[in-house]
């Protein structure tokens, strides 16, 4: 009855176990969460006025299919300023949140069983995009050895004249690693040599860096912007989950085939939310008040996690998310992560759906009186 590539998805555990803690704190349980995958800061008023505004004037109808030309004209601004995406080389749409951004993106590029390289550890729901999307995903393994950062020689390896698609997304989501720009000009040469392949670049959370570090798009390398579709929005750094607003940005050709995809199946995004984006991607303020927060929180969640000598964090680069080795501990990451929640009302994300064993993901997208609660009741956790 039900279509083999949909009963073949997996649930996602990102969204499962939010939506625990979530019920568990509605029921008045004291949660640590740290599984949340959202900034827990509230939308900045500035940008929630002009959404009042917007509903007042009546801007509640149908937009163009990939977005307003005002909000699809200021991210193509951004892009070209401070992305260093020159302009003519990008097409920009405007979708529902970066999830469906992905999505579009891989429909658009994979002709049946195609193969997509996705570095593992990964987000969770690249694997079942491109299940629906038809094509079949090659891992890339990352090590803890080198940092859980690409090594072009091996990447060279996994590339077969079937490869179409390579994933990356940094700063990552669940390892919160980045690249330098030399870094990604070592994979950009081996890109060039690989004449049909291309790069689906997730760069959602380029605004949380930490220790002054800086985001380099890789569209920006040279020869790449033809070759690569870039995906950002406005969730993780407006504190905008819920509002829905991501984009896709690339070659004229891609995109226009993709904008076939929003007409006939999203018409356009929430006009209110685009609305909303437009006064947000106006902002020269908020973020990096916020990510300086978040740093603090960093310094925190990981000097408490390196005081127990069972645990072996991994200091974010940047992201809200800690990934931290559990190998020691002898259990494995799924039994750990329940086990904390049920004995120590401490929610984490195994991060065994994200590819990789022996490791959680702990988000720092919570205050400091919740990361210190969490790290004492995680010390009373190992001591059983
Ligand atoms: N990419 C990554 C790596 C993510 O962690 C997320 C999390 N939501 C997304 C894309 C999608 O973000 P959204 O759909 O909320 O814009
Ligand atoms: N991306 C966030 C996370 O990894 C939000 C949940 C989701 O969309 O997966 O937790």
Same mark, same amino acid.
Request: charge should be neutral; charged fraction near 20%.
């Given at each position: 009855m039900i279509n083999p590539k949909v009963a073949a998805l997996q649930k996602s555990a990102t969204l499962k176990i939010t939506a625990q803690t979530k019920k568990l704190v509605r029921e008045g349980r004291d949660v640590v969460n740290f599984?949340?995958?959202?900034?827990?800061?509230?939308?900045p008023d500035f940008i929630k006025e002009a959404a009042h505004r917007a509903i007042d004037r009546g801007e509640t109808k149908y937009t163009p299919s990939t977005g307003m030309p005002a909000l699809k004209e200021a991210i193509a601004e951004k892009l070209a300023k401070e992305?260093? %995406?020159p302009k003519e080389h990008q097409q920009v749409i405007v979708t529902s949140g970066a999830k469906y951004a992905l999505y579009t993106a891989l429909l658009t590029l994979l002709a049946p069983n195609e193969e997509v390289i996705v570095p593992a550890?990964?987000?969770?729901?690249y694997p079942e995009m491109i299940k629906l999307a038809g094509g079949t995903m090659k891992p890339l393994p990352l090590t803890a050895e080198r940092s859980f950062k690409i090594d072009p020689a091996l990447l060279k390896q996994h590339l077969t004249p079937q490869s179409k698609v390579l994933i990356l997304n940094y700063p990552s989501n669940p390892t919160g690693v980045t690249y330098s720009e030399d870094e990604l000009r070592e994979i950009a040469a081996i890109v060039r040599a690989h004449d049909s392949l291309f790069v689906l670049s997730d760069? %959602?959370?380029?605004?949380?860096?930490?220790?002054g570090r800086t985001h380099t798009s890789f569209a920006a390398l040279p020869g790449m912007a033809e070759r690569t579709l870039t995906v950002n929005g406005f969730s993780k750094a407006y504190a905008m989950t819920g509002w829905r607003v991501g984009y896709l940005a690339g070659p004229e050709k891609i995109i226009g085939a993709a904008s076939n995809i929003l007409a006939h199946t999203t018409s356009c995004l929430c006009s209110i939310s685009q609305h909303a984006a437009l006064a947000a991607i106006q902002d020269t303020e908020w973020i990096s008040k916020m990510q300086k927060i978040l740093e603090q929180r960093r310094d925190l969640l990981f000097a408490g996690l390196k005081r127990y000598p069972k645990l072996s964090p991994c200091k974010p680069e940047g992201t809200f998310y800690l990934f931290c080795d559990i190998r020691e501990t002898g259990i494995d990451s799924s039994t750990f992560a329940a086990q904390l929640l049920t004995q120590q009302l401490v929610s984490c994300i195994p991060a065994e759906p994200f590819g990789q064993e022996g490791y959680l993901r702990m988000s720092f997208a919570t205050g400091e009186e919740q990361i210190e609660k969490g790290i004492a009741r995680i010390g009373a956790f190992l001591e059983k």
């Amino acid at each position: 009855m039900i279509n083999p590539k949909v009963a073949a998805l997996q649930k996602s555990a990102t969204l499962k176990i939010t939506a625990q803690t979530k019920k568990l704190v509605r029921e008045g349980r004291d949660v640590v969460n740290f599984a949340a995958g959202e900034p827990d800061f509230d939308t900045p008023d500035f940008i929630k006025e002009a959404a009042h505004r917007a509903i007042d004037r009546g801007e509640t109808k149908y937009t163009p299919s990939t977005g307003m030309p005002a909000l699809k004209e200021a991210i193509a601004e951004k892009l070209a300023k401070e992305n260093s %995406i020159p302009k003519e080389h990008q097409q920009v749409i405007v979708t529902s949140g970066a999830k469906y951004a992905l999505y579009t993106a891989l429909l658009t590029l994979l002709a049946p069983n195609e193969e997509v390289i996705v570095p593992a550890p990964y987000w969770v729901s690249y694997p079942e995009m491109i299940k629906l999307a038809g094509g079949t995903m090659k891992p890339l393994p990352l090590t803890a050895e080198r940092s859980f950062k690409i090594d072009p020689a091996l990447l060279k390896q996994h590339l077969t004249p079937q490869s179409k698609v390579l994933i990356l997304n940094y700063p990552s989501n669940p390892t919160g690693v980045t690249y330098s720009e030399d870094e990604l000009r070592e994979i950009a040469a081996i890109v060039r040599a690989h004449d049909s392949l291309f790069v689906l670049s997730d760069e %959602i959370y380029e605004k949380l860096l930490y220790d002054g570090r800086t985001h380099t798009s890789f569209a920006a390398l040279p020869g790449m912007a033809e070759r690569t579709l870039t995906v950002n929005g406005f969730s993780k750094a407006y504190a905008m989950t819920g509002w829905r607003v991501g984009y896709l940005a690339g070659p004229e050709k891609i995109i226009g085939a993709a904008s076939n995809i929003l007409a006939h199946t999203t018409s356009c995004l929430c006009s209110i939310s685009q609305h909303a984006a437009l006064a947000a991607i106006q902002d020269t303020e908020w973020i990096s008040k916020m990510q300086k927060i978040l740093e603090q929180r960093r310094d925190l969640l990981f000097a408490g996690l390196k005081r127990y000598p069972k645990l072996s964090p991994c200091k974010p680069e940047g992201t809200f998310y800690l990934f931290c080795d559990i190998r020691e501990t002898g259990i494995d990451s799924s039994t750990f992560a329940a086990q904390l929640l049920t004995q120590q009302l401490v929610s984490c994300i195994p991060a065994e759906p994200f590819g990789q064993e022996g490791y959680l993901r702990m988000s720092f997208a919570t205050g400091e009186e919740q990361i210190e609660k969490g790290i004492a009741r995680i010390g009373a956790f190992l001591e059983k």
